[in-house]
Each structure stands twice: as C-alpha cells, then as structure tokens.
C-alpha cells in the first residue's frame, strides 16, 4: 500500500504580503460600495481592481467584501481591516512626504563639527547665506577642539567636520578648502601693532598667551618651533580663543592665530601681524567618512562650504603676505 506525501499546513505556497496599492483599492471599495465608483478613484479597469482586491483577500487568508448582482458589503473582518488601512495608509502618505520634502530641500537636519577658529569666525556668514538658499533646513553646529571634531565624525554624530588636515592614518576623507597661515596677535596700542611683518623671535621676546593643550594649534605651534629651537615663554593659557584675544587686547601679552581668526582678533582690541622665520601654515578644510554618502541636506551644506572657500581667507591677502 503506497502513502502519498500530504504536505504541512506550515509548508503551504507562501503568499506575497500586502502592499500599499492593495490597501488603496480596498479603502476605496470600502468607501463606496462600488466596485465601478472605486475603479474611478484608483485609476484602475474593473478586472484590475477585481484582481487586486482579491490578491489581497488572498495574502489575508478570506473574504472581505460580500458581493451580489446588486450590492457590495463589507465582512466582519472587512470592517476590521478598514480603520487599520486608513491609519496604515496616513503613515504611508506621511513618509513619502516628508522623504520627498527632505529630496528637495524642503525639509530636513544636519548636524556638523567646525574648530571654534572657524565656527566663530567664518561659519556665521556662511550658514547665513545656506539658510537663505535653505530655510527649512535645521543646522546643529557642535563648536569643539580640532580633535573632537575628528572624534565626532568617526563616531558617526554628525555628518561634516570642518578642522585641519588630519594625519594620512585618519581614515577619514579630508576635502581641503583654504589653506590657514598663522599670524601673530599682539596689542593694538603697542609698537609691534605697527609693523608691516615679525619674526618668531622677536614676538617670543614678549610674554606669550596661548591656547591650552591638546588644543591643536598649541600643539602645531610647539612641533614647528622645536624644529627651530624656538620655546613659547607661556605666561597665560585659555581654552576659548575669545579670551586669548581680550588678553592680548588687554596688554598681557602676545599669542599666534589662525589667520582666519584677524577678524574676531580685531574686535577683541588686538591686531593681527603676519610671521615668518619659520612660517607655519596648515590646511583647513571639510572631513566626512569615508565611502559613507552624505544626506541631501549635508551634500548641500558641503556644497556651500565648497563653493565659499575662495572667499575665505588666504595667506597672500594679509598685508606682507
């Protein structure tokens, strides 16, 4: 006596899973009560919508509408099901609109890092202009040292970096905008205000003001000067660079800036003179991670950041340069 094999309930032909165009002729008959009305509204034949309704009463496991010469009604399970596609279908609606507002630009957020030399001197005007062309997207700015800006695109909290060039181990990509030279700061009342250049040696004859460790550009101005056996006389350290240029304003001392930073320097009561001896520049420019592709609203805000950069400030543009 041969068996033949009777396959498991649980071994039945999958069926394909309900989809959005299913729900919306569903809503629609559901709606109307008629199959030729609904046709209407969906833009679908009478047979079209036939099929899909019943594709769907397939992928659900029964009737969900009771249907006569004359009328057609909804089941009980019918019933159930309308209020739960309507809500399904408002989520649906809901997320494609905000995606298509976020494609276009009219909706969206990115966050990014910038070193403070840059984000209280360059960023403001910048962002400015990008809220113009843009003035539904939200910009968070995390105003951080060089090295938490590196830290914060690695880890993946914003999406652009606005720091100097990273070491080549980095493994992060580095667009360069500018390249930054550094100048000296000193107090607009005294006799070295008035030159049109200095040497490193003559500024460090004067008690030196400087940003606190592992501020990056302490620690540039440290490894460039050792190769010239050169030491900064430091008479007072800060972490914010407003405060080492009230100092300077101040008549405390001297320090060293990003040229960038001439503009805020000046505000501060300090003026900015160009160095030599030895001349210490670095780029400054957009970091993002590598292989890892930018959200709408980033690509544009790193498109402007872009196409600014030749306004930014270059070492030839300051007097003696």
Not at 43 to 63: F, M, P, V
Not at 122 to 139: E, G, K, Q, S
């Amino acid at each position: 006596m041969s068996w033949a094999a009777v396959p498991a309930a649980n071994e039945q032909e999958a069926i394909d899973p309900m989809t959005a165009k299913q729900l919306r002729a569903f809503i629609a008959v559901a709606q109307t009560l008629s199959f030729a009305q609904a046709c209407e509204r969906v833009h679908l034949s009478q047979s079209a919508l036939s099929l899909t309704i019943k594709a769907l009463e397939d992928s659900l496991g029964g009737r969900l509408f009771s249907r006569t010469t004359r009328h057609v009604r909804l089941t009980p399970e019918g019933e159930a099901l309308l209020p739960l596609a309507r809500r399904l279908m408002a989520d649906w609606d809901n997320v494609e609109d905000e995606l298509r507002q976020r494609f276009t630009l009219q909706q969206g957020r990115v966050a990014m890092a910038a070193m403070p030399s840059f984000a209280g001197n360059l960023l403001p005007a910048l962002l400015r202009d990008f809220r113009h062309r843009y003035p539904d997207i939200n910009v968070t700015v995390n105003d951080v040292i060089n090295e938490q800006v590196i830290e914060m695109v690695q880890d993946g909290y914003v999406e652009l970096g606005i720091a100097f060039e990273p070491a080549p181990s980095t493994s992060l990509q580095f667009t360069p905008l500018y390249l930054d030279r550094f100048v000296a700061v000193v107090p607009a009342d005294s006799a070295l205000a008035g030159r049109q250049e200095l040497d490193w040696r003559q500024l460090l004859e004067h008690p030196f003001i400087t940003l606190q460790r592992p501020s990056a550009v302490r620690l540039m101005l440290e490894q460039h000067l050792k190769e010239w056996h050169l030491t900064l006389p430091v008479a007072f350290e800060s972490h914010q660079l407003a405060t080492v240029g009230r100092m300077v304003g101040a008549g405390l001392g001297v320090s060293v800036v990003p040229a960038l930073c001439i503009g805020q320097m000046n505000e501060l009561g300090a003026r900015c003179v160009p160095l030599h001896d030895p001349v210490i520049e670095r780029q400054v420019g957009i970091l993002t991670r590598t292989e890892h592709e930018l959200s709408v609203a980033a690509q544009a805000l790193f498109d402007t950041l872009l196409a600014s950069s030749m306004l930014s400030p270059q070492p030839t543009d300051l007097p003696g340069g």
